[in-house]
């Protein structure tokens, strides 16, 4: 496969399809700004998905998708108007221009710049995951995975195996002269095994991705690596005690735990919530807000990662972005609309679910940089505690500071040992004290395995953590053993 | 305002919009059998809506929606494949049929595949009084947001910020296909007004919000009544005092308490039972809930927010109980799991439509003084609920009560208890039942939980 300029791959799914050419998007633009508009925007996309899913043994169901539309944005001050059509056609992108347009009843006509392409290096392979392996293909991995999953112990009942494609193809033209394409690939596998013994059940997951394709899966031992895990967690949790319930030390592993960091100071930073002073966050630039051994990060450049944009959805190179320094506030994640609010620039994290779907300023790859403790050390410094490996989600009271994480996979530190497993339980704690009370931070930092969604407002975009293993003085472990 | 009529105008006959759809899913209907298909089922809709938001007193969003699409399932024998898209084209249409055949062509056997049995299928259609458009111009709905956010910032100065106003306005069409040749169609409306606030003293802010939604604009409470209501539950917040962990008396306020039936609910639905993912595994006849609350669905309550005459596979919903006096009378389930189980489908394909909470019921203010020391729940975080296992494990916050009366709110706090017992165990349902949810019950008063602070 050649390498192609995915602003020539975009016009022709999106525009030459429909005879649109790029005389008639800068006439759209400048109907969109004919009265007091800021700034106006058309974001053309092409999403196609196709998954498969194994239960019982069999695979008993795939589906197929094609979503294809346009989304047409009006800026005038802090006023927002939003429409959209799900055919790209001239009529439709008209209607949606006027409607988008009237938040503004009147005044003077806006500037519209001339389009101009912007150069960026790219952050995946041009790579269509669906088109990457046969039908038979798919279909016999997820049966050699769930053959495998059962051959691996006699306690495993039931086994669920997934796999999901996706390819979006986004072209963004704008009023600020914006004219940029992303082509994006995206793939999922995932297993759930439901482990059976003496009556008692427990389930485990394993899973992984990343923007490429599915050759992940057929040229490497992945698949089997995730079914090992998924069987793992769930034989552990048939022996899992009562959790502790209380105030205690609590050691995170490396890897997928950092949800912590994408719950207690992601969402916090994200620049609407801080434009508009929601986040507890908010006013606190340049102030201490973690412990000092905290630099977090938000990176949309590493290769190839769930979370990472070539450019973002208003067209603006995917960056990377310092968060905290030192335990220093150092950046809030911006999108172009309150960049201009907050009279800077935007750090390329303007995100939205689909064409149908308003963007905001969301986290890309959010991750904790390494210390120097080894994992044995942080452990060893903990009399009694939790020692927590895998989370099932979180969520956050950005404006309290207040988040919750569920760990899926944890265990009771005894004297500096570990302990027995213990069963999920949820911690909760205020962001900005738990940065403060993070006391060692490991040398294993490690990424997620690319399994990440994030919901704001009702829309999900995929994402990525991360963090070395780290020691918390203090959260509240919401265990039944009081 | 001009471009709002011109966008919505095209629904404003909902027989033509229900006919229009009609067609389209008859021809879908028509290409899957063309191209092979020994079976097929379509689910299309039409939907239009509005939604404005004011913040701080200026207009913030204006978002116009507009959606159509379809989804196909196609049979080939007792295998399957499915398809959907948001482009209604006739090419469009013909390649996302030729999907989900290419789909069935490599999927599995299971006899456990295919439509519902046709005499399953709606016959009478009860009229449910579904559609009532709201027609609200953008003008007249951010005179509202502003109206409604003013009542809540001049509720108390302690409200320090808004996150804004929103009244929406949605109208749509649904048509739902099968080869049967069962077609169709319901429409609904839906409108609601929300406001989030925030509230701060020396400790902080707090956030809350509060929220109306009914089928019909009268329906809805008075948008300065919604402000108001937001302003109180967020000043409420304020004050957070610190307590013991220890084990306690928990009352669940009516929106979380019909989230701990809805983990009933799922933990009685077919997928969920027959992947063996369930703690009430072979439930049916047994006691899951303290006796003397029944769990009773009346999917044809006229204007009911999820009132339907059929579920997703077209089969004629129907009253009934899913627990009765604390046991369990039915699961939850649709043609595809009840084949699963063996067992004949509830018509709950897609869910479950409009269950009540029934209980002989007592003042909340009863309920407090039962408690004696305790919680009250008002707000829940995190995914924390294990329903292989029962295990339940959330973030709270709440009031904290002390010889019956409310002493002060509490937050950053857990709530921990397995669901059998903590299901078994309520002892108490309050009269100040909420209408606004698809499960609808008042507060429940559990015996006992593990609270960590």
């Not at chain 1, 698949?223 to 209380?246: H, M, T």
């Not at chain 1, 994992?375 to 988040?403: H, K, M, N, R, W």
Request: proline fraction near 4%; include cysteine.
């Amino acid at each position: 496969m050649t390498p192609s300029d995915p602003l020539d791959t975009a016009r022709q799914a999106l525009w030459d399809v429909s005879e649109i050419d790029e005389r008639h998007v800068a006439r759209l633009l400048g109907r969109l700004t004919a009265r007091d508009i800021d700034t106006g925007e058309l974001f053309f996309q092409l999403a196609r998905h196709e998954s498969w899913a194994l239960e019982d043994g069999a695979v008993k169901s795939g589906a197929f998708g094609v979503d294809r539309g346009v989304g047409v944005r009006a800026i005038s001050g802090e006023k927002t108007g939003f429409a959209y059509a799900d055919d790209i056609a001239l009529p439709a992108l008209a209607n949606a221009a006027d409607a988008a347009r009237s938040i503004a009843r009147s005044g003077a006509a806006g500037s519209v710049r001339a389009l101009a392409r912007g150069q960026v290096p790219a952050r995946y392979a041009d790579a269509d995951p669906i088109a990457s392996a046969s039908e038979s293909d798919k279909v016999a991995l997820l049966r050699r995975i769930d053959a495998f999953a059962r051959s691996l112990d006699s306690h495993v009942k039931e086994v669920s195996v997934s796999i999901a494609l996706n390819h979006e193809t986004n072209l963004v033209a704008a009023t600020d002269g914006t004219l940029s394409a992303d082509v994006r690939p995206l793939a999922r596998f995932g297993i759930s095994v439901i482990a059976e013994r003496n009556g008692r059940r427990e389930r485990g997951f394993g899973g992984g991705g990343g923007r490429f394709d599915a050759g992940w899966l057929f040229d490497t031992d992945a698949a089997e690596d995730y079914a090992r895990e998924a069987v793992r967690a769930a034989l552990l949790n048939l022996d899992a005690v009562d959790a502790p319930a209380g105030t205690m030390p609590v050691v995170l592993g490396p890897g997928w735990p950092g949800v912590l960091l994408h719950e207690a100071v992601g969402h916090g930073l994200e620049a609407d919530f801080n434009r508009k002073g929601t986040s507890a966050f908010a006013g606190r630039m340049g102030q201490q807000v973690a412990s000092e051994l905290c630099t977090v990060v938000d990176d949309a450049t590493l290769p190839d990662r769930r979370g990472s944009l070539t450019v973002d959805d208003e067209g603006t190179p995917g960056q990377r972005t310092v968060l905290i320094e030192n335990g220093i506030l150092a950046g809030y994640m911006q999108d172009k609309h309150n960049a201009r609010l907050m009279d800077t620039a935007s750090t390329g994290n303007a995100r939205r679910a689909s064409y149908a779907h308003l963007p905001m300023p969301r986290m890309t790859n959010t991750f904790l940089l390494a210390g120097e403790s080894t994992p044995e050390e942080i452990l060893a410094s903990v009399d009694q505690g939790v020692y927590a490996v895998s989370f099932g989600g979180g969520q956050v009271d950005i404006t309290s500071g207040q988040f919750v994480f569920s760990a899926t996979e944890a265990y009771r530190i005894d004297g500096g040992k570990l302990g027995p497993p213990i069963r999920g339980a949820t911690l909760i704690g205020n962001g900005p004290e738990v940065m403060r009370n993070i006391s060692m931070l490991g040398n294993d930092w490690q990424l997620d395995q690319g399994v990440g969604v994030c919901g704001k407002d009702g829309q999900s975009v995929p994402v990525g953590v991360g963090q070395p293993s780290l020691k918390i003085d203090e959260i509240t472990v919401g265990g039944t053993r009081a | 305002m001009s471009e709002v009529a011109e966008r919505t105008a095209r629904i404003d006959d909902p027989d033509q919009a229900a006919a229009e759809l009609k067609g389209l899913v008859e021809n879908i209907l028509d290409q899957a059998k063309r191209q092979g298909a020994t079976a097929a089922e379509v689910s299309a809709g039409d939907a239009t809506g509005l939604s404005v938001t004011v913040r701080k007193s200026e207009l913030e969003t204006v978002e116009f929606h507009k959606d159509r699409s379809f989804g196909i399932t196609v049979y080939a024998g007792t295998r399957k494949g499915h398809a959907s898209t948001s482009d209604v084209s006739p090419d469009a249409v013909r390649d996302t049929v030729r999907a989900a055949v290419h789909i069935a062509e490599y999927t599995e056997e299971d006899s456990c595949n295919g439509l519902a049995d046709a005499d399953l299928m709606a016959r009478t259609l009860p009229d449910l009084d579904l559609y009532h458009p709201w027609d609200i111009d953008v003008a007249d709905a951010a005179r509202q947001a502003e109206e409604a956010e003013a009542a809540a910032l001049a509720f108390d100065s302690r409200i320090v910020n808004s996150e804004g106003v929103e009244v929406a306005t949605g109208r749509g069409c649904h048509v739902y296909g099968n080869s049967h040749g069962f077609v169709e169609a319901a429409w609904g409306t839906r409108h609601s007004t929300s406001c989030s606030l925030i509230a701060a003293d020396a400790d902080g802010m707090k956030r809350d919000y509060w929220y109306t939604v009914g089928r019909a604009p009268g329906d809805l409470e008075d948008h300065l009544a919604v402000g108001r209501e937001a302003a109180r539950r967020t000043i409420a917040r304020l004050g957070c005092r610190p307590i013991e962990t220890g084990t306690y008396p928990v009352l669940f306020a009516p929106p979380m308490a019909a989230g701990l039936i809805g983990h009933l609910l799922a933990a009685i639905s077919g997928g969920a039972l027959y992947r063996k993912a369930s703690y009430l595994l072979d439930s049916i006849g047994r006691q899951v809930m303290a006796s003397g609350i029944t769990l009773a669905e009346d999917p044809h309550r006229p204007k009911g927010l999820h009132s339907a005459a059929y579920d997703s596979d077209g089969v004629a919903t129907r009253a009934k109980a899913f627990v009765e006096n604390g046991v369990v009378a039915s699961y939850v389930l649709g043609t595809y799991s009840a084949r699963r189980l063996g067992l004949a489908t509830t018509g709950n394909a897609g869910g479950i439509f409009n269950l009540d909470v029934v209980a002989d019921t007592r003042p909340v203010a009863k309920l407090l003084h039962e408690m004696g020391t305790g919680l009250v729940v008002t707000s829940l975080m995190g995914q924390g609920v294990n329903l292989v296992t029962g295990d339940y494990s959330r973030g709270a916050a709440g009031v904290w009560i002390a010889d019956g009366e409310p002493r002060h709110p509490v937050d950053e706090i857990t709530i921990a208890a397995n669901l059998a017992p903590l299901l078994e165990g309520i002892v108490g349902c309050g009269d100040d039942i909420d209408r606004r949810g698809n499960i609808q019950t008042g507060s429940l008063l559990v015996e006992e939980m593990t609270v960590a602070a």
